[in-house]
Nanobody, 121 residues
Framework: QVQLVESGGGLVQAGESLRLSCAASGRIFKINTMGWYRQAPGKQRELVAA???????NYADSVKGRFTISRDNAENTVYLQMNILRPEDTAVYYC???????????????WGQGTQVTVSS
């Protein structure tokens, strides 16, 4: 099995920054795309940013220019640097990874437990 453990959430004021981290561990053969999603109360989970194993990225329009996703393939870790945070960024942020594990050698999506980000105005 594969586990994703997130860290870095918290409470900040508008305009401040946070950095989220997500480390994957377990029976990993290869990690394909890694990404961050978020879910605000009463809303559907949405993609925030994603990065391929080769480093290609894509972002939700609402975070372009403010958030940066990166990854360390040697450490199986993905990061989300969030700058100029806004109250509307308040949500639970979830890490996602498409992993080929050593049990099945078949790509499977895994999720972290979520970390709360709260931005006060």
């Amino acid at each position: 099995q594969v586990q994703l453990v997130e860290s870095g959430g918290g409470l900040v004021q508008a305009g401040e920054s946070l950095r989220l981290s997500c480390a994957a561990s377990g029976r990993i053969f290869k990690i394909n795309t890694m990404g961050w999603y978020r879910q605000a109360p009463g809303k559907q989970r949405e993609l925030v940013a994603a990065i391929t194993s080769g480093g290609r990225t894509n972002y939700a329009d609402s975070v372009k220019g403010r958030f940066t996703i990166s990854r360390d393939n040697a450490e199986n870790t993905v990061y989300l640097q969030m700058n100029i945070l806004r109250p509307e960024d308040t949500a639970v942020y979830y890490c996602n990874a498409n992993v080929v594990d050593t049990s099945t050698f078949y790509p499977t999506n895994y999720w972290g437990q979520g970390t709360q980000v709260t931005v006060s105005s």
